[in-house]
């Protein structure tokens, strides 16, 4: 009963969502009040529907109700009850669901807190987004609902994909959704304008904290992804440029060269077209990742089981939403005003110089993840471009945004002075050149790369630091000064990560018998035993491991080797003692013979850096976002 | 002035054209280098008579089908109906290349569900099947007279297949 | 004294045997390490997108297991990517090969980053001797922005 409530709670939903998507938008056009006035209670009624139909699956699972197809698919009567709410999302059609449902929990958000917007204004933005959500819903009714009966129901569920029960699955999808799914916002409000015609700062004032939002979630979600990919997959890689890791990485590009010239649309009214241009790609970018996923036209760990029909439907709804919204901007975009005049040094042209080089470094991922297929459907052979490719052409490009990015906040608006910034960037500057030789040396070995690494990373950190320690000594500045300066700071921390991570780990991979020790990384590993245990739905294989560095404290690391019911394939899990400067990393193997085990050990160096930058990258956001002024209340007197 | 507010839109258009071409292909299908180039050399021991060896070059100046199988392969049982009813035409010799297998499974599954071999190679560390480019069993190749890779047929043979590509090949192989 | 030496001499032996080192897992360090080099760059066919340096599987163990012969034989990288090549085509090389057909690829980054930089110098060139009209006001705004001053002082 409650699979058909929920089946039918989507169509309901669907329903509703085409009215608000053509009505309000319609009524925008035509200055009818009853029609814009829909777009609110519009955008509340579809998300009561879809959280009702969510809470429908949820349930399914929470009580294992393995006569719907989907539950039988992705749960497992042993499965962790944790586990089987996260298996909700586990599948392709649970996870588009959860989607759908994050879209509308958006919309609903934007009729929350937009009471000091202008009503035809939020029509045509909860009217936009009406629209998407109605195409991905037709896409679910027609190719992918997760309410399917299996008749005769089975027994017992297949099990959830081993390497999803996991807790860092639970929140990587969910995250990196709200992600993908608010840049609809920014691109909802893009279309808005460009409906309206209105196209001015008050717009990008309103756009930015949605954008921001959508942002700082698509930064953790995939920041959660890489951390869990390098705990769960057990031979500690963070990042492989994977196509769906790639088709997540792009948007958030967009996303953070949108961010930035919506801040100057918003200060200094230029750059409209651009930034309307952008919001597009963005959500464009977030639609193209979903068809990649989905659609099996590329090979990767991540890709649900595809079916041909749902490969086509999604490229259709990416050919009319993209398609449609380009073609809008062709037309409406060149009537837009210019906004004010602005120096070749200035920082608005600064600004830009970083969007171009962030537009270039995701058209280049954009370029290598899809060149094999151009390659194969123009019949010229098969190829594969990975991790080499990206690292050797993604790393030159975001050079020099790195470089840019420490001295741009003391750029003047429309006219600056390159010297004058120089000069004050001294310090940082001779900082950089000394962090650039000696770090490598210190940490173990001087190569070009390390070296540039570190002095960026310096660079970065101390011209951060310095420029605040500079405006404390006035005023206290406003959230959004420490908003930027934190996100900057997390770029820094996070390319030293990389950087010393990337020059300076180290790994061994034994063949170890208890009592025997191995060295890497100034630590020492004594294997003691291994001995089997059991879990609620696996059988595993569990190793203990010493580890000491010189006469300090010994640690225990007990890494698995678990052998899920459901599943053929073994899996490791890796047993971690993380600490501020390295991780100590060690994993099994195969067994051997007796009661000898292949081994790897690593030490990794600054590691959580990585994930540590991006989190001070998204705490960056989240005071950017909540600065006074997008708080303001047209009622609130003004103080002179 | 407004041409180039064109751009996006047009490059997106050429996007969904390579994205629409390439729903029909397969990306995990990997089509070999060796067709066309001479069938790479090997001398292993027989299956059923493991003192007795085989050679690639042992077939030289006939027309024959190469087919990689192993009893652990479940698509092997999907494509062995196929091969039987193929062998029964006598059209050319048919040699199986038993990959990674344990001799005794593998003469189970013959004895089991018959055998369309003439002759079959054995396998065991999967040297010869790394030669030819082997990387999902089974891959049957068509090797002409010269000891030259024909055609490749990646995954089982279907009826289909045979029909219209691997017989009307071989008949032609076989006029020259 | 030397009874002392001698006490201590086997207990230093002792402590040795005790805590034995682990051997690496393959043979030779050093041919190992060119291994995961090599391997790393080469794509597992019989997974859904993993190297050879990572996966598990059969075919990998087997192909590992050959490239420690070809390097034990003194083959130089190159060699051994030929090998691969040859037998499986492109697709298993991650880096993808220089020639005509990648030209595109690897130039076309680089290529965009110069176009990108030439256009945005361009453009700024000319941006900065335009005057936009951010002073002036249509009869329209200025009638809003009045409207919205006198709210204020409410």
Redesign the interface.
């Known amino acids: 009963m409650i699979p058909e409530l929920g089946h039918f709670a989507l169509i309901l939903a669907l329903c509703v969502c085409l009215l608000q998507g053509i009505l309000p938008v319609l009524g925008a056009h035509n200055g009818r009040r009853e029609w814009t006035a829909l777009a609110r209670p519009a955008a509340q009624a579809s998300f009561l529907m879809l959280a009702a139909s969510f809470v429908a699956l949820a349930w399914s699972f929470y009580v294992n109700d393995f006569s719907v197809q989907y539950v039988a698919a992705h749960s497992n009567a042993q499965l962790p009850t944790l586990f089987r709410f996260g298996a909700v999302w586990g599948g392709h059609e649970g996870s588009l669901l959860l989607w759908v449902f994050m879209l509308s929990a958006w919309t609903v958000a934007v009729a929350q807190f937009s009471r000091t917007l202008d009503d035809t204004m939020v029509a045509r933005v909860i009217g936009v987004l009406g629209l998407v959500t109605s195409g991905l819903l037709l896409f679910i009714l027609f190719t992918s609902n997760p309410f399917d009966r299996l008749l005769p129901a089975a027994e017992n569920g297949r099990d959830l994909n081993p390497l999803l029960q996991d807790p860092g699955l639970i929140f990587h999808p969910p995250m990196l959704y709200m992600g993908y799914v608010g840049f609809a916002v920014a691109f909802a409000f893009a279309i808005a304008a460009l409906l309206s015609g209105r196209l001015d700062a008050a717009w990008a004032r309103w756009s930015r904290p949605w954008t921001t939002a959508a942002w700082v979630f698509l930064t953790l979600g995939i920041a959660l992804g890489s951390w869990w990919a390098y705990y769960e997959l057990g031979w500690g890689g963070w990042w492989f440029w994977d196509p769906v890791e790639n088709a997540s990485f792009m948007p958030w590009l967009i996303g953070t060269a949108l961010i930035h010239s919506l801040a100057v649309t918003e200060k200094r009214g230029t750059f409209k077209s651009w930034t309307v241009l952008l919001a597009i790609g963005a959500f464009s970018l977030s639609l193209l990742g979903t068809f990649l996923v989905r659609s099996g036209v590329l090979t990767s760990v991540h890709a649900f089981a595809t079916d041909p029909r749902r490969g086509i439907f999604i490229l259709v709804l990416l050919f009319l939403v993209v398609g449609s919204s380009l073609l809008l901007f062709a037309w409406r975009a060149p009537k837009v005003a210019l906004g004010g005049s602005f120096a070749l040094m200035s920082r608005e042209s600064l600004l830009l110089t970083g969007n171009v080089l962030l537009v270039v470094a995701c058209a280049s991922v954009l370029l290598g993840t899809l060149y094999p297929l151009f390659i194969d459907a123009l019949k010229l052979g098969k190829i594969s471009v990975g991790a080499p490719y990206f690292n050797a052409v993604f790393v030159p490009i975001m050079a020099p945004v790195m470089f840019l990015l420490a001295a741009v906040p003391l750029a003047r608006w429309k006219n600056t002075d390159i010297k004058e910034i120089a000069l004050r960037m001294w310090i940082p500057g001779a900082l950089a050149l000394v962090a650039g030789a000696l770090i490598p040396y210190l940490m173990g070995g001087w190569t070009v790369m390390t070296a540039l690494g570190s002095a960026l990373s310096v660079w970065i950190a101390a011209s951060g630091v310095i420029q605040v320690a500079r405006r404390l000594k006035s005023s206290m500045p406003p959230a959004s000064f420490w908003g930027m300066h934190l996100g900057h700071f997390g770029i820094a921390v996070f390319a030293f990560g990389v950087t010393m991570v990337g020059g300076f780990q180290e790994e061994q991979d034994v063949r170890m018998e208890p009592g025997e020790t191995v060295s890497v990384g100034g630590y020492q590993f004594k294997m003691i035993g291994v001995k089997d245990v059991t879990g609620p739905n696996y059988a595993a294989a569990r190793g203990e491991f010493e580890v000491t560095k010189g006469a300090g404290a010994a640690k225990i690391l007990e890494p698995e080797k678990r052998n899920y019911f459901s599943s053929t394939m073994p899996m490791t899990e890796a047993a971690i003692d993380a600490g501020s400067t390295r991780d100590v990393y060690v994993s099994l193997g195969e067994p051997l013979e007796g009661k000898a085990w292949a081994v790897r050990v690593y030490f990794k160096p600054f590691v959580d850096w990585i994930w540590g930058g991006c989190v001070l990258m998204a705490l960056g956001g989240l005071f950017a976002m909540s600065d006074r002024r997008y708080r303001l209340r047209v009622k609130e007197a003004v103080k002179p | ?2 041409a180039k ?2 751009i ?2 047009a490059l ?2 050429v ?2 054209v ?6 029909g ?1 397969d ?8 067709v066309n180039k001479p069938a790479p050399a090997f001398k292993v021991p027989q299956l059923e008579q493991p003192e007795m060896q085989f050679a690639a070059e042992d077939l030289k100046g006939q027309v024959w089908l190469f087919n990689v199988w192993a009893s652990w392969c479940v698509a092997c049982r999907q494509e062995h109906p196929v091969l039987m009813q193929f062998a029964r035409q006598k059209l050319v010799p048919i040699v199986g290349l038993d990959y ?1 297998d344990k001799r005794k499974d593998a003469l189970g599954v013959l004895q089991r569900s018959g055998n369309p071999y003439d002759i079959n190679a054995f396998d065991e ?3 010869v099947g ?4 082997v ?2 069993v089974p891959e049957s190749y068509v090797i002409d007279k010269a000891g030259v890779i024909r055609y490749k047929h990646i995954g089982p043979i279907t009826a289909e297949a045979l029909e219209k590509t691997i017989i009307p090949l071989i008949n032609e192989l076989k006029k020259s | 004294m030397k009874t002392l030496y001698a006490i201590l001499l086997v207990l230093c032996a002792c402590g040795n045997a005790v805590a034995k080192d682990a051997a690496p897992l393959a043979d030779d360090p050093v041919v190992e390490q060119r291994l995961i080099v090599i391997s790393e760059e080469m794509r597992c066919l019989v997974c859904q997108n993993e190297s050879l340096a990572g996966s598990r599987s059969d075919l990998a163990n087997d192909l590992r297991r050959e490239f420690r012969t070809l390097i034990k034989q003194g083959k130089t990288d190159a060699e051994i990517r030929e090998f691969m090549v040859s037998r499986y085509g492109d697709f298993v090389l991650y880096r993808p090969p220089v020639k005509p057909t990648t030209w595109l690829l690897w130039l076309g980054p680089f290529g965009l980053m110069i176009v990108g930089v030439v256009a945005l110098f361009v453009y700024l060139r000319r941006r900065s001797t335009e005057i936009g009209p951010e002073n002036v006001l249509t009869d329209e705004e200025r009638k809003r922005a009045e409207a919205m001053l006198q709210e204020g002082e409410k």
């Not at chain 2, 390579?18 to 729903?23: E, Q, S, T, Y």
């Not at chain 2, 990306?27 to 060796?34: A, D, H, I, N, Q």
């Not at chain 2, 790394?130 to 480019?133: E, Q």
Request: charged share 20%.
């Open positions: 002035m407004k507010f064109l996006p839109l997106f258009g996007l969904v390579f994205l629409a071409a390439g729903l292909l990306p995990r299908e990997v089509p070999s280098p060796l990674k560390d999967g040297r790394i030669d030819y480019g990387y999902g």
